[in-house]
DNA sequence: AATCATAACAACCGCAAAGAT
DNA sequence: TATCTTTGCGGTTGTTATGAT
């Protein structure tokens, strides 16, 4: 017999939630900040198990969440960061404001896992049912394999690939559905929250621990990896040429990896510890992964609007 | 108009790590 | 140190909306 679910007792509410059960929800915690979860249904009278007022509120009530219509550079960031760190959402999510790790697991499951896998096949037919390729990785053996396309996801028309184009791009641009009504009633909920956050030295510190960093005006390339010069003109690149010295593992595997190089004053001290740590284990086995990496702690503050602009891959 | 298929996403489940006692 | 509790995480499922036939 295995272990009982959490939520297996008798009156215990499961499925959506009701906007009254988020108000509840919200009220409470308002009133006692979040945490000691256990409490929560008894104290609130709320007919769900501990786990799923945490969930709620991490995910939805949350102050700060934005929901639906992830922007190009979100896109960028979801698929460099999967690449890198594989399916560790909280990490991921770390770095995307506002983004909870489950919209970001649902929409690389829906969205982005889709366009990678239509990209692989339009690219190379063997390559797509490899499994066990990172988008990393095929992106990587794409560029350095000279091959290019052109793909077009708004229109669903994937140009495969004519070996002697010149210029790469994929255009992925989101068509992400409208959020439900209801999103904007937790909104709503939301902003009720708005002024206790402010106020409360408990909420302060609780946003500060759960609230990512604005990173996207402080990270960039870092002073070593000199952006392409196309990136000043226009933010594109001039040459295939130019886009695969960004992208292949050779030129990659000329960058040393020094944990100095994450010593940006503006990344979140644990950010940088997960970094470090994943490239500690992935050292071994792996090419390195600095261009990315130096992308992500890089010092070049402002650009990376730009620089998740530039792959166009993406 | 009805039915079926697919997409999107909210929520649940179980495991593991961290923290408390 | 050992045990128990709480929390966080990732995989998966269930429900609803939308589109196609």
């Known amino acids: 017999m295995g272990r009982p679910p959490c939520c297996d007792k008798v009156g215990i509410k499961k499925g959506p939630w009701t906007p009254e059960e988020d108000i509840v929800l919200v009220s409470y915690i308002q009133e006692h900040g979040p945490g000691n979860w256990r409490s929560v249904p008894t104290n609130t009278g709320l007919l769900r198990c501990s786990k799923s007022c945490r969930l709620r509120w991490t995910n939805y009530l949350r102050p700060g969440i934005k929901r639906g219509n992830f922007t190009p550079h979100e896109e960028g960031m979801i698929i460099h960061l999967q690449a890198l760190l594989g399916n560790k959402w909280a990490a991921i999510a770390s770095y995307l404001p506002q983004r909870t790790d489950n919209d970001i697991k649902n929409y690389w499951n829906t969205h982005l896992k ?9 690219l190379d037919p063997k390559m797509a049912t490899s499994s066990d390729s990172s988008a ?12 290019t396309a052109s793909f077009d996801i708004n229109t669903s028309s994937t140009t495969a690939t004519d070996h002697h184009a010149s210029n790469a791009s994929l255009n992925l641009n989101h068509s992400c559905s409208t959020s439900a009504s209801y999103a904007s009633s937790t909104e709503n909920i939301s902003r009720l929250l708005e002024g206790w956050m402010r106020s409360s030295p408990k909420a302060e510190k609780f946003h500060q621990s759960n609230n990512t960093l604005e990173i996207f005006g402080t990270v960039g390339m870092s002073k070593g990896n000199t952006a392409p010069k196309s990136e000043q003109e226009g933010g594109q690149f001039g040459s295939n040429e130019e886009f695969e010295s960004i992208l292949s593992f050779d030129n990659m595997s000329n960058i040393a990896w020094d944990k100095s190089s994450c010593d940006s004053d503006h990344l979140h001290h644990r950010q940088k510890e997960n970094l470090v740590h994943e490239r500690k284990e992935r050292s071994e ?13 890089g010092e070049n503050g402002g650009q990376v609007e730009e620089m998740m602009e530039l792959p166009q891959i993406f």
């Open 114 to 122: 889709k366009k990678i896998k239509k990209f692989q096949s339009a």
């Open 136 to 147: 990393y990785q095929f992106v990587s053996k794409s560029f350095s394999d000279r091959k």
């Open 285 to 297: 086995n792996e090419p390195p992964l600095s261009f990315i990496e130096n992308w992500l702690l």
